[in-house]
């Protein structure tokens, strides 16, 4: 009886490529989805659908500013100034000297907003469009806006504990 052996370098040269070609495909999975990934934040990221906010998934305002932004009511209801020639904000919390946003020095007649709740300033164009495309400041994120004038926002309710 003859039997066929196969020498043990072949064996470990099928092994060899078999994990290589494993390893490529891995790599290639995970550079997928950091592509696929990057493009959703890039794309504006994800957004609420109306459905996860009547079932009480996005329940609080502040959550649901923070991915879509405020209204531009909401935004112009801010304070609002034109700095003087002594370039003094508002609001002692600021850089005294730079915008967060554009990070250029403020100006003799600039306008400057402030978010309320916060008291951080910036130029007014540039704090606009940010709040138009995230709803938070950009230096602590908190969230400026509140569901109605007058009241606050229930507190979320506490990670891990079962009601």
């Known amino acids: 009886m003859k039997m066929n052996f196969v020498p043990h370098s072949a064996i470990s040269l099928r092994y060899g490529i078999a994990i290589a070609v494993g390893i490529l495909i891995l790599i290639s999975i ?21 459905s996860s906010i009547s ?17 531009r009511p909401v935004i112009e209801s801010f304070p609002k100034v034109v700095l003087g020639e002594s370039k003094r904000l508002p609001s002692p919390i600021s850089d005294p ?12 007649k600039d306008s400057v907003r402030c978010i309320p709740e916060c008291r951080h ?5 540039c704090v606009d469009e940010w709040l138009r495309k995230s709803g938070t400041c950009p230096i602590c994120r908190s969230s400026p806006a509140s569901p109605s004038v007058g009241s606050t926002p229930p507190p979320p309710p506490p990670v891990g504990l079962l009601a």
């Open 30 to 50: 995970i550079m997928f989805a950091s592509y696929a990934c990057i493009r959703v934040k890039l794309a504006g990221g994800f957004t609420p659908s109306s």
């Open 121 to 125: 300033c910036f130029h007014a164009d």
């Open 97 to 108: 000297n730079t915008c967060a946003i554009c990070l250029c020095d403020y100006c003799a």
């Open 55 to 71: 079932n009480g998934t996005y329940n609080n305002y502040n959550s649901y500013s923070y991915f879509l932004g405020l209204d």
